[in-house]
């Protein structure tokens, strides 16, 4: 399955934590390309019941890469697509 057609099918369990995963170094450009098929920015993950945003806030603050991952940029690419802390959990 590509990740076009995991989006495509609504498929949480292949979306949510590739988004969840946003947090790592290559952030930005995982975040941009999963941005650019649409992925849905408010789907929540069923381990600790994260959003993308949530996770990319939280990576901010105590993620590995926080020094040098592009954490702004990413936030900001998920909420230029529709991402709220409105949706926090």
Same mark, same amino acid.
């Given at each position: 399955m590509t990740l076009k057609e995991a989006i495509d099918s609504g498929s949480r369990i292949a979306v949510a934590p590739a988004l969840q %995963? &946003? =947090? &790592?170094?290559l952030l930005l450009e995982m975040a941009a390309a *999963?941005? #650019?098929y649409h992925a849905?920015?408010?789907v929540t993950e069923t381990d600790f019941n994260g959003t993308p945003l949530s996770w990319a806030e939280?990576? +901010?603050?105590?993620?590995?890469? =926080? +020094?040098?991952?592009d954490y702004p940029g990413t936030i +900001? +690419? *998920?909420v230029g697509a529709g991402a709220s802390r %409105?949706? #926090?959990p």
């Open positions: %995963r &946003c =947090r &790592c170094p *999963l941005l #650019r849905p920015v408010h939280h990576g +901010a603050e105590h993620g590995w890469y =926080r +020094a040098s991952g +900001a +690419a *998920l %409105r949706d #926090r």
